[in-house]
Each structure stands twice: as structure tokens, then as C-alpha cells.
């Protein structure tokens, strides 16, 4: 697969997904990349990543351990203090957009991985892997633009800043977006300095490995290590580490507070990406078409396994019924199938387990009084052995039920109708997340005032939901994180900034 055609596999399901294990075998070793090379864990464990298509192991990766853990945080410590802290922010830079430059030769290959490992249709796969490389880019780029700044004081002395890396960054990553996550956190933390030590989800370690493997002979040893395994083994050595002086994670709310309690004991500053459940409000005077577009994109792209999700319709009691109608039909004309195939636009679910919880959801919102107007398990044909779910539409929905209130983090939408500009911002915000919201409206001080009024980190208008770009900043309110990805000012999050005061003498010759 090249950066600009698919190479779509055929035969059966099982057929496809036999060749492109094959195909993604052939392409790297997949140890965990500790010192600038791939190894086995300390004690030789490993353990399998499935492809949630067919149910099947991929391959083994190594279960890491804190041992592991310790060798890739002393690796990073090494090349910080040696050639990769020596680095001027131009020799950085050179070297992330030397990196980029080989990942871009091989982003077919990173894609098909980022597919097989994660469930994603190609297609997706290969536009998600481009967008992913174009944050490191930005990274690579913005540095050389960084600067300190010079206080104002009495001309006997000089003030300024300095932007100084931690040292050791500790990273830890979810399995629903595994390239475009990290790269939000590699790229900000080597631009700054830092050298880093990643943790990606245990279900879909291979495409960090692989652009792991790929940066050797071009970022020193030890600047970037990744470490597999689960989060009690391997994500908590490392967000506990004396040795890691930050740490980033996203990932679930609940495992988030777990993070920042183990930062805390020693002071560790933590940037925490968690989850949502972001509201999309349709007011009456939208562009409905639009609008039903927008919404299906913003949930069902990637089986409703997205963070920013939106994952609440508020929609006008006016124009409630034809745009349910709309977001039906929409559901409906979307093909969950092979991902390795052209023309599937829905993929599986993850896992096993997140199969049973979105399917449990599903009959909560029943059982509460939802009535599921389209959707559902596919449990026939097939698919029947991946983790698939249809595209869900849950409609007669409360904001007080658990399906408006709960992160179901699957295909399913739920829709609520309001009378009222008042009732809808004060629904939006009924939630304990902050993360993004949409807002469909023909009229701009409606749009200005509703993205003002809702809390949420990022508010999309009219269209393009959900996509943070390079260089707009991405995060959440209330319990849906702290800090920003994705702009210049991540930079600010993996250094930190130092005061320097000179007195100055009167000059004598
Ligand atoms: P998760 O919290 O289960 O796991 C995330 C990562 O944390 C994994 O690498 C896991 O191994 C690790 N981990 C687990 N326990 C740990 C511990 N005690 N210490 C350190 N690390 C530990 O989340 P997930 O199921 O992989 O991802 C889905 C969640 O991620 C959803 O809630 C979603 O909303 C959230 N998410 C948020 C964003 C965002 O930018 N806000 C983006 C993507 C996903």
C-alpha cells in the first residue's frame, strides 16, 4: 500500500485477514524498543495482540514488567544526558522531520498494522496514519519557532526565561486512535528535549513499535523507547518512576485518577487526556442535511470509539423528527464488513470486553425507556465471530438515564429533544465531562453564543466535527482532563520554565 492507493485484500474473511498477518509480519520484529532496539521482556513473557476482526493473535509482544519499565527510563535517562540532550532545538527538529520522512515512505505499511491491530476499515486506517505524522511534523516545525521571554526591570539587572525539558517523560496511550495519540505526545516531548518512554494500549501495540523500529539511525538511542504491556504491570511502574519527571495519559477517567494519584508522590506535573460524553446541539434553524451528517461522522467513525464522540444529539423538539429520520437512514446506509475490504465503513468493536459493555448499554437504554430505533449487535454471518456492532440510534432519551450520562464508547447515539435555547445549554452541560461539543445553527451570534455558553475544551460549528488540527489546542473541561494537546502550547507542558536574574554592574573598562 502506497501513501496514495489501497491495495484492498479479497477472498474470505478468514483469507484476508490469514495474507495481511502475513504481510505485517514480514515487516518488523514488534520487541519492545528499549535502547534503540527491539527486546524481549526481562523475564521472556509475552502475550498476544488480537485482531478484533476475526478474533485471532496477531502476534506476541512482550508483557513488560517494572524491570522493563527501569531499563527503558535508565536507556532515556542515558541519552538525555548524552547525544540526544546535547541536541540543539534546530538538531531536534531535524531529527523528528528526518523521522517523519521515513514514516511517510512507509505509511502504507504503518496503516495496514494500524488496521489490522485496531479493527479500522483501510481506508480510515491510511487517512488517520497521514494525519497522525502531520502532528509530529507540526512538532518538528514549531520548535525552531520557540522562544523565552525578556522581563522588564531597572537596567542593573537582566530577567529572562528559559523553556528547560523534564528529563524523562513517562507517556501512556488508549488502543482507539494508537499512532495519532502518541504522536500527540512524542512529538511535544522530543521537540522539547525530553527523551521519552511510552506505554500503548495492550490491544494495539504494533503500529508504535513499528514507527519505533523505523526511527533507528535517526533519533539517538534511548530518545524514544516503548515499552508493551498491561497498565498495573507496565503503565504504573512507569507513571510511579523516581526517574520520570512528567507523565501524559489518556485514556479512561477512572484509570486517569489513578494516574494523578501515583504522579503525586513525587510531584510529578501530568497531562491527562480522559473521556467524554460531548453534546452536539441541532438548533431548529440548522441545515438539517448537514447536521445528520455531521453527527453520524462524529459517532460512528470508528464505531463510536473516539474520545470526542458526540455522543448526546440535542436536537429542537421542532426539527427533532426529521432529523431522527435523517440520522436513521445515515445509520442504516453504513456497512459494518472486512476492514480489508473496499467499501466497509464500520469496523468492530476492540474487544470481547468492550463488545459485552456496548451491547449491555444498548439494553440498559431500554430498560430505562429508550427506544432503539435502529442498531444493534451483529451476531449473524460473517462477522459473527469479531465484535461487531451496527451503527445505534437510541431515541426518547433522558439526560438523567445512564445512556446520556455514561461513556458508552461504541456506535450508539442517543437523542434528546429540548424546547428551548436555555433548557440546551443547560442539557449540554449536564455531564460530568467537558471534553468537545457540535453545534449546528444558520445563525452566527447563536453559534458564537451556544460555543461560549457550553463547557467543553472544543466546540466544532456547522461541520467538521471532532478534528482537531496541528496547532489547535485539544482537552478537556471538568472531569475530562487537565491540559492541552495538539498546539504550540504543549510545548509549555513538557518543559518547564526557568527565571534567570543577572545583575548588571556599571560597565568599567
Ligand atoms: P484505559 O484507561 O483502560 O487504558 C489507557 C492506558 O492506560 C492503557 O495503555 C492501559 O494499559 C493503561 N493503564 C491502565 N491502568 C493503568 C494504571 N493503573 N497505571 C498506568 N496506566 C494504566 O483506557 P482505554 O480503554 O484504553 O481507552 C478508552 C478511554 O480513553 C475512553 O474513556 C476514552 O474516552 C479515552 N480517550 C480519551 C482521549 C482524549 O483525548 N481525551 C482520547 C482517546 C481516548
Redesign the pocket.
Known amino acids: 500500500m502506497t501513501s496514495d492507493s489501497i491495495d484492498y485484500y479479497t477472498g474470505s474473511i478468514e483469507e484476508t485477514h490469514a495474507a495481511a498477518r502475513e504481510d505485517v509480519l514480514a515487516l518488523g520484529e514488534f520487541g519492545a524498543w528499549i535502547g534503540g532496539e527491539a527486546r524481549t521482556a526481562a523475564d521472556g513473557e509475552a502475550f498476544a495482540t488480537l485482531d478484533p476482526v476475526v478474533g485471532e493473535e496477531i502476534c506476541s509482544v512482550p508483557r513488560c514488567t517494572a524491570a522493563d519499565v527501569d531499563a527503558a527510563v535508565d536507556a532515556a535517562r542515558d541519552a538525555f544526558d548524552g547525544e540526544w540532550g546535547a541536541y540543539s532545538p534546530q538538531e531536534r527538529s531535524n531529527a523528528i522531520l528526518s523521522w517523519v520522512d521515513a514514516l511517510r515512505e512507509n505509511v502504507g505499511d504503518l496503516a495496514l498494522i494500524e488496521s489490522l491491530d485496531g479493527g479500522k476499515p483501510l481506508n480510515h486506517a491510511l487517512v488517520e496514519t497521514k494525519y497522525a505524522l502531520d502532528f509530529l511534523e507540526y512538532y518538528g516545525k514549531v520548535i525552531q519557532a520557540d522562544e523565552g521571554i525578556t522581563v522588564p526591570t531597572d537596567d542593573d539587572m537582566h530577567v529572562y526565561t528559559r523553556h528547560e525539558p523534564y528529563g524523562v517523560v513517562g507517556l ?6 494508537p499512532l495519532t ?1 502518541s504522536f500527540w505526545k512524542v512529538g511535544p516531548a522530543l521537540a522539547a528535549g525530553n527523551a521519552a518512554v511510552i ?5 494495539t501495540p504494533l503500529s508504535l513499535l513499528y514507527a519505533a523500529e523505523l526511527s533507528k539511525g535517526i533519533l539517538p538511542d534511548g530518545a524514544l523507547n516503548v515499552v508493551t504491556g ?3 504491570e ?3 511502574p ?2 510511579e518512576h523516581a526517574g520520570v519527571g512528567k507523565v501524559s ?8 485518577k ?2 494523578m494519584k ?1 504522579a503525586a508522590e513525587t510531584v510529578k506535573p501530568v497531562t491527562l ?4 460524553k460531548s453534546p452536539y446541539v441541532v438548533f431548529p434553524d440548522a441545515d438539517i442535511e448537514e447536521a445528520v451528517r455531521d453527527v453520524a461522522h462524529g459517532i460512528f467513525y470508528n464505531a463510536g ?4 464522540a458526540c455522543s448526546r444529539v440535542l436536537v429542537h423538539e421542532d426539527v427533532a423528527e426529521e432529523f431522527t429520520e435523517g440520522l436513521v437512514a445515515r445509520a442504516e446506509g453504513l456497512t459494518p464488513g472486512d476492514t480489508l475490504k473496499e467499501g466497509t465503513t464500520v469496523g468492530p468493536l476492540i474487544s470481547e470486553d468492550q463488545f459485552g459493555k456496548v451491547t449491555d448499554y444498548i439494553g440498559v437504554g431500554e430498560g430505562e425507556g429508550a427506544t432503539l430505533a435502529t442498531g444493534g449487535a451483529v451476531d449473524d454471518g460473517d462477522l459473527a465471530e469479531g465484535w461487531f456492532v451496527r451503527p445505534t440510534v437510541l431515541t426518547d432519551v433522558d439526560n438523567d438515564m445512564r445512556v446520556a450520562q455514561e ?1 458508552i ?1 461504541g456506535p450508539v447515539e442517543v437523542v434528546t429533544t429540548f424546547e428551548s435555547y436555555d433548557e440546551a445549554i443547560e442539557l449540554a452541560n449536564d455531564v460530568e465531562f467537558g ?1 468537545a461539543a457540535g453545534v449546528a445553527t444558520e445563525n452566527a451570534t447563536l453559534a458564537h453564543r451556544a460555543a461560549a455558553d457550553i463547557d467543553a475544551g472544543s466546540v466544532w460549528v456547522n461541520g467538521n466535527y471532532a478534528t482537531p488540527i496541528p496547532g489547535g489546542p ?3 473541561y471538568k472531569q ?2 487537565i491540559g492541552r ?1 495538539c498546539s504550540r502550547d504543549a510545548l509549555r507542558h513538557y518543559s518547564q520554565e526557568k527565571a534567570v536574574h543577572v545583575a548588571l554592574d556599571d560597565p568599567s573598562l
Open positions: 501512556v496511550t488508549p488502543w482507539n486512535f495519540i506505554k500503548p494500549a495492550e490491544q498491561f497498565g498495573e507496565a503503565g504504573a512507569l507513571t495519559f489518556t485514556g479512561e477517567d477512572v484509570t486517569g489513578t494516574v501515583a487526556e480522559l473521556g467524554g470509539q473516539s474520545c470526542d461513556e464508547f471534553l485539544f482537552g478537556g475530562s482532563g494537546e
